[in-house]
């Protein structure tokens, strides 16, 4: 693994990764203090999973002015 991550493109990757998905993970645990589920349950935590989802997603489209105002 070692070996991967050091080559040319393993360090492309993993910047890639650093700096769009690791942010996302970050958020959601320290600023919506998602640390553990508070449900039990493969399909309840599931769909807690996707509401933390779909407010990440709609707060980014808030930030870049992509979301109508409501009026």
């Known amino acids: 693994m070692k070996k991967?991550?050091?080559?040319?493109?393993?360090?492309?990757?993993y910047g890639h990764r650093?700096?769009?998905v690791e942010p996302?993970?970050?958020?959601?645990?320290?600023?919506?203090?998602?640390k553990r589920f508070s449900?039990?349950?493969?399909k309840k935590v599931n769909?807690?999973?996707?509401?933390?989802c779909?407010?990440?997603n709609i707060e980014k489209?808030?930030?870049?002015g992509k979301l109508p105002a409501l009026s």
């Open 4 to 13: 991967r991550v050091d080559s040319d493109k393993g360090k492309r990757i």
């Open 54 to 56: 779909l407010i990440q």
């Open 24 to 34: 996302v993970f970050g958020n959601l645990e320290f600023n919506k203090n998602l």
């Open 47 to 52: 769909i807690q999973w996707k509401l933390f």
């Open 39 to 42: 449900l039990r349950g493969l």
């Open 18 to 20: 650093m700096s769009v």
């Open 61 to 64: 489209l808030a930030n870049y």
